[in-house]
């Protein structure tokens, strides 16, 4: 965010220019709400050796929207979308939890491996057939990947015959209900793939090359880029994503519903990648801000139920913070609420090219 | 459609004239509404074949497509406009699982007659869908992403009405219900006839107003729409104001046919409803397609379920796969199209 219109360069507005200083205060906002209702929100107990509290609470039922949304993170910056991560959720865990089920050691750990591969593969399947149509067929992100959000709950209702199918494996327990250092297991599952993400998209030029492709795909494909191998694997990996925090859910709950497992998941995912600051037109992108994006969005949950806001008005609340953290990243809007001059200008000539750019990403990857 | 995908041989067709006639063909911007309506007709017709000692063979199995299904395609009306002029409208079935809860409650806790609440009903949402309007092109903020907010908005909204569902007694809405018009081959309920006379006013909107031909521009391209002076703003604004008016009035027949209200009402609709505008050949960039696609892409839907409930073995998650599969299908005529188009 470098402004070169600004005359009087300071700190905070440094500081306020940063990507992630508006994601980060809404977060810091919600937890601080939480205080006066419950003072010892922040404090952590250790019961049974587990450690227990708001905070553990909030990342451990949070963590299989961390997972679905960093992956739907890398896809929205090469200018796509994909809708399909719920149902490929409901997949995964309808796959996993019906070959687990079918052992007659739902215990042995080859049996578990082996059923966690089974569901991880057919969830690659999902991403390769996605990045397929886009990337290939040059069919728009959300319809591509709306035919196996449509699907795809028919499909893992099929595979789990319309039961929800209930397991009682100890070791599948752990991904997404056990503990192992005081700490849930999946936080541990949730902080590696977030650091192998960011290694992958910092350390190494993918990053650079999943922007070049968000930004212009025609052009970086004129420089060198093969734009559609990228976009592929893009998908790919936001569908293993998806497919991990498959398995969290279903481990967590030992069951499997064709019908209701990540329901909705998607786009709650794709707000904490708005909320994050990834532009949803493709072309920059912060796995950090989406990160606090999704912990703001379980946040929101823990905050609704904590200070005794009636649960049904839940979906009013998040719509209201849907609005006003849009509203707030809308350079648009800033510009006409909080003064025309100097700020709105850097970000306005963004806004104008979004008919532009939606043809020409049409063409490309012919 | 792999061996026309296959000729790109025709060099650079200037006109229509030289261009070989699968190329002309494919250049029809009619071919996906006749592609639906050929495809409508051959399961209609294996329908008949496969099931003419069930009863498949009476009119009134036809007529039932639309009685069953009239909600819907008041749904897909709304959202063909908004595909049409570029948009997407996620809000749909929120707003209609809303109004059936806001119509029942009204009746129902708060004793209003119905012909009072059916105008505020519509205009709920026909407001609900011009906020939304006025939010993506004041603002600037992604279609997607402020429908989305108005899904959470009016499904929370049912639920802060009620978390149970009501069911309707008032007479009225029975009799409503009920009321059946006679054509000689069969009866079509009050919803299925509202849902027609709606197709018909959009297809006269849409093809003979300027307003109609706006949205087709817009849809086209914003940037040279904008450059000719067309009213943009106005436009944007309108297209999702008659979504959340369509939604809303799909609510009110959704309430007839169900005669109730409840806050998962019609949960996933808006997917139902965009499918049936891409299976009816409406492209998803916008600037083409018919409103009569989309009637055909409601009567294919509609038909899968009945064909499956006349099968009788099949489970339902199969309509979700059926769907599933014709929307694949569709798209990928629709790529066919455009690939054409731009070469």
Same mark, same amino acid.
């Given at each position: 965010?470098?402004?070169?219109?600004?005359?009087?360069?300071?700190?905070?507005?440094?500081?306020?220019?940063?990507?992630?200083?508006?994601?980060?205060?809404?977060?810091?906002?919600?937890?601080?709400?939480?205080?006066?209702?419950?003072?010892?929100?922040?404090?952590?107990?250790?019961?049974?050796?587990?450690?227990?509290?708001?905070?553990?609470?909030?990342?451990?039922?949070?963590?299989?929207?961390?997972?679905?949304?960093?992956?739907?993170?890398?896809?929205?910056?090469?200018?796509?979308?994909?809708?399909?991560?719920?149902?490929?959720?409901?997949?995964?865990?309808?796959?996993?939890?019906?070959?687990?089920?079918?052992?007659?050691?739902?215990?042995?750990?080859?049996?578990?491996?082996?059923?966690?591969?089974?569901?991880?593969?057919?969830?690659?399947?999902?991403?390769?057939?996605?990045?397929?149509?886009?990337?290939?067929?040059?069919?728009?992100?959300?319809?591509?990947?709306?035919?196996?959000?449509?699907?795809?709950?028919?499909?893992?209702?099929?595979?789990?015959?319309?039961?929800?199918?209930?397991?009682?494996?100890?070791?599948?327990?752990?991904?997404?209900?056990?503990?192992?250092?005081?700490?849930?297991?999946?936080?541990?599952?949730?902080?590696?793939?977030?650091?192998?993400?960011?290694?992958?998209?910092?350390?190494?030029?993918?990053?650079?090359?999943?922007?070049?492709?968000?930004?212009?795909?025609?052009?970086?494909?004129?420089?060198?880029?093969?734009?559609?191998?990228?976009?592929?694997?893009?998908?790919?990996?936001?569908?293993?994503?998806?497919?991990?925090?498959?398995?969290?859910?279903?481990?967590?709950?030992?069951?499997?519903?064709?019908?209701?497992?990540?329901?909705?998941?998607?786009?709650?995912?794709?707000?904490?990648?708005?909320?994050?600051?990834?532009?949803?037109?493709?072309?920059?992108?912060?796995?950090?801000?989406?990160?606090?994006?999704?912990?703001?969005?379980?946040?929101?949950?823990?905050?609704?139920?904590?200070?005794?806001?009636?649960?049904?008005?839940?979906?009013?609340?998040?719509?209201?913070?849907?609005?006003?953290?849009?509203?707030?990243?809308?350079?648009?809007?800033?510009?006409?609420?909080?003064?025309?001059?100097?700020?709105?200008?850097?970000?306005?000539?963004?806004?104008?090219?979004?008919?532009?750019?939606?043809?020409?990403?049409?063409?490309?990857?012919? | 459609?792999?061996?026309?995908?296959?000729?790109?041989?025709?060099?650079?067709?200037?006109?229509?004239?030289?261009?070989?006639?699968?190329?002309?063909?494919?250049?029809?911007?009619?071919?996906?509404?006749?592609?639906?309506?050929?495809?409508?007709?051959?399961?209609?017709?294996?329908?008949?074949?496969?099931?003419?000692?069930?009863?498949?063979?009476?009119?009134?199995?036809?007529?039932?497509?639309?009685?069953?299904?009239?909600?819907?395609?008041?749904?897909?009306?709304?959202?063909?406009?908004?595909?049409?002029?570029?948009?997407?409208?996620?809000?749909?079935?929120?707003?209609?699982?809303?109004?059936?809860?806001?119509?029942?409650?009204?009746?129902?806790?708060?004793?209003?007659?119905?012909?009072?609440?059916?105008?505020?009903?519509?205009?709920?949402?026909?407001?609900?869908?011009?906020?939304?309007?006025?939010?993506?092109?004041?603002?600037?903020?992604?279609?997607?992403?402020?429908?989305?907010?108005?899904?959470?908005?009016?499904?929370?909204?049912?639920?802060?009405?009620?978390?149970?569902?009501?069911?309707?007694?008032?007479?009225?809405?029975? !009799? =409503?219900? $009920?009321?059946?018009?006679? @054509?000689?081959?069969?009866?079509?309920? /009050?919803?299925?006839? +509202?849902? &027609?006379?709606?197709?018909?006013?959009?297809?006269?909107?849409?093809?003979?107003?300027?307003?109609?031909?706006?949205?087709?521009?817009?849809?086209?391209?914003?940037?040279?729409?904008?450059?000719?002076?067309?009213?943009?703003?106005?436009?944007?604004?309108?297209?999702?104001?008659?979504?959340?008016?369509?939604?809303?009035?799909?609510?009110?027949?959704?309430?007839?046919?169900?005669?109730?209200?409840?806050?998962?009402?019609?949960?996933?609709?808006?997917?139902?409803?965009?499918?049936?505008?891409?299976?009816?050949?409406?492209?998803?960039?916008?600037?083409?397609?018919?409103?009569?696609?989309?009637?055909?892409?409601?009567?294919?839907?509609?038909?899968?379920? !009945? =064909?499956? $409930?006349?099968?009788?073995? @099949?489970?339902?998650?199969?309509?979700? /796969?059926?769907?599933? +599969?014709? &929307?694949?299908?569709?798209?990928?005529?629709?790529?066919?199209?455009?690939?054409?188009?731009?070469?």
């Amino acid at each position: 965010m470098s402004t070169p219109s600004v005359t009087t360069p300071s700190r905070w507005r440094a500081l306020t220019h940063h990507h992630l200083f508006w994601p980060v205060a809404v977060l810091v906002a919600l937890l601080l709400v939480n205080v006066p209702f419950t003072p010892d929100f922040f404090s952590i107990k250790m019961t049974d050796g587990h450690l227990y509290g708001s905070l553990v609470s909030i990342v451990l039922f949070g963590s299989p929207l961390i997972l679905v949304a960093v992956g739907m993170t890398l896809v929205i910056a090469t200018g796509g979308i994909d809708l399909s991560v719920g149902a490929v959720v409901a997949i995964t865990g309808a796959l996993t939890c019906s070959y687990i089920s079918d052992q007659a050691d739902q215990n042995a750990l080859s049996g578990v491996f082996l059923a966690m591969g089974i569901g991880l593969v057919a969830a690659v399947v999902c991403g390769l057939w996605n990045g397929f149509l886009v990337a290939r067929m040059g069919i728009q992100p959300i319809i591509a990947t709306l035919i196996i959000m449509v699907a795809g709950r028919g499909v893992a209702q099929l595979i789990t015959d319309g039961q929800i199918i209930t397991i009682n494996s100890e070791p599948y327990k752990l991904i997404g209900g056990g503990y192992w250092l005081t700490l849930p297991f999946s936080i541990f599952v949730v902080a590696a793939v977030v650091a192998v993400t960011v290694a992958l998209t910092r350390r190494t030029a993918l990053g650079l090359l999943v922007e070049s492709v968000g930004g212009n795909a025609e052009a970086s494909r004129l420089v060198g880029i093969r734009s559609m191998r990228i976009k592929i694997m893009v998908y790919m990996f936001c569908a293993l994503c998806a497919g991990i925090a498959g398995l969290m859910i279903s481990s967590n709950t030992s069951a499997a519903d064709g019908n209701n497992a990540g329901l909705w998941i998607e786009l709650d995912a794709i707000l904490a990648v708005v909320i994050g600051g990834t532009s949803l037109l493709g072309g920059r992108f912060s796995i950090g801000g989406t990160v606090i994006g999704a912990l703001v969005i379980q946040t929101l949950t823990t905050t609704i139920y904590t200070i005794g806001v009636p649960t049904q008005t839940n979906l009013v609340f998040k719509a209201v913070v849907v609005i006003v953290v849009c509203l707030l990243q809308s350079p648009k809007f800033r510009a006409k609420v909080f003064g025309a001059k100097g700020r709105g200008k850097t970000a306005a000539p963004a806004a104008p090219a979004t008919p532009a750019d939606a043809a020409p990403k049409m063409e490309v990857s012919r | 459609m792999s061996a026309t995908t296959k000729t790109p041989t025709v060099p650079e067709g200037r006109t229509a004239s030289q261009a070989s006639p699968v190329a002309r063909l494919l250049g029809d911007r009619r071919l996906p509404v006749l592609v639906t309506a050929a495809l409508f007709l051959a399961m209609y017709i294996t329908g008949l074949g496969r099931y003419q000692n069930y009863g498949f063979t009476e009119p009134q199995v036809f007529l039932n497509l639309f009685i069953d299904n009239g909600y819907l395609l008041v749904a897909a009306v709304g959202a063909t406009f908004v595909i049409m002029s570029g948009g997407i409208d996620l809000s749909v079935g929120s707003v209609i699982g809303f109004t059936t809860m806001f119509t029942a409650w009204m009746v129902e806790r708060q004793g209003l007659p119905l012909l009072l609440v059916v105008p505020l009903a519509l205009g709920v949402g026909a407001f609900g869908g011009f906020l939304m309007g006025y939010v993506i092109h004041n603002f600037e903020i992604q279609p997607f992403i402020v429908t989305l907010a108005g899904l959470f908005l009016f499904r929370g909204l049912c639920l802060v009405i009620s978390k149970e569902s009501i069911s309707i007694s008032d007479s009225s809405v029975s !009799s =409503l219900a $009920q009321a059946q018009a006679q @054509l000689g081959i069969g009866f079509l309920s /009050i919803g299925a006839i +509202v849902a &027609l006379v709606v197709l018909a006013v959009a297809f006269y909107v849409l093809h003979y107003t300027r307003f109609g031909r706006r949205v087709y521009a817009i849809g086209g391209n914003e940037q040279s729409a904008l450059l000719m002076g067309l009213p943009m703003g106005g436009t944007k604004i309108a297209v999702y104001t008659v979504s959340g008016f369509c939604s809303a009035l799909a609510g009110l027949l959704f309430m007839l046919y169900i005669q109730s209200g409840d806050p998962l009402h019609a949960v996933g609709m808006e997917l139902d409803a965009i499918a049936a505008v891409v299976i009816g050949g409406t492209l998803l960039t916008g600037g083409s397609g018919y409103v009569l696609g989309t009637l055909f892409g409601v009567l294919v839907l509609g038909l899968i379920k !009945s =064909l499956i $409930q006349f099968e009788g073995t @099949l489970s339902s998650w199969w309509t979700k /796969i059926a769907t599933g +599969v014709l &929307l694949c299908a569709f798209i990928l005529i629709q790529r066919a199209m455009t690939a054409r188009k731009q070469t």
